[in-house]
T-cell receptor
């Protein structure tokens, strides 16, 4: 069982829709991450939050908007997505600082129609 | 940016056989993670290596870090169908919590 919970598991949305992905962890971690994974590719880093502040944005298009309301929650707001944004979106958390392994949720499978 | 190349890309082995997966970095490795992923699911943390020459084991999986070669290897002894999945190495680019992943190795174990 994963200690990082992501909802929903599957999401289908149109290009004009607004939706949000949610991630929750109760491990006391102070760093949280969003990754995007296309089929047969490794996960690609999108955003990192450290102590609830955005510390890394890997030049992600503004149609993806992250939010970290508190140390346990991480959201990814989606608006005006393109079909090529269809992917598995993975949330992870870790202790803040170097050499702390990431713990991943099971992901949200997003399909943009 | 740090690039991690894994070999082989895919591997099919008979149950009970041993196997090795390699991960080579384009830059100095300060620490390396190994993960396993089943299709469409999240990544499961296996182990972390921090020092050159370090070796760790968990059940039948052993990983080593060779800092000089900027390389890590993952060895599975007496493989089982439960070992099947995609193995990914990951590294933190200089301690900025910017963890990137290798190209992945798909393992199939035939009963």
């Amino acid at each position: 069982d994963t200690e990082v919970t992501q909802t929903p598991k599957h999401l289908v949305m149109g290009m004009t829709n607004k939706k949000s992905l949610k991630c929750e962890q109760h491990m006391g971690h102070r760093a949280m991450y969003w990754y995007k994974q296309k089929a047969k590719k490794p996960p690609e880093l999108m955003f990192v939050y450290s102590y609830e502040k955005l510390s890394i944005n890997e030049s992600v298009p503004s149609r993806f908007s992250p939010e970290c309301p508190n140390s346990s929650l991480l959201n990814l707001h989606l608006h005006a997505l393109q079909p090529e944004d269809s992917a598995l979106y993975l949330c992870a958390s870790s202790q803040a600082g170097t050499n702390s392994p990431l713990h991943f949720g099971n992901g949200t499978r997003l399909t943009v129609t | 940016s740090q690039e991690l190349e894994q070999s082989p890309q895919s591997l099919i082995v008979q149950e009970g056989k041993n196997l090795t997966i390699n991960c080579t970095s384009s830059k100095t490795l300060y620490g390396l993670y190994w993960y396993k992923q089943k299709y469409g699911e999240g990544l499961i943390f296996l182990m972390m290596l921090q020092k050159g020459g370090e070796e760790k084991s968990h059940e039948k999986i052993t990983a080593k870090l060779d800092e000089k070669k900027q390389q890590s290897s993952l060895h599975i002894t007496a493989s089982q169908p439960s070992h099947a999945g995609i193995y990914l190495c990951g590294a933190d680019a200089g301690g900025y919590q910017k963890v990137t992943f290798g190209t992945g190795t798909k393992l199939q174990v035939i009963p």
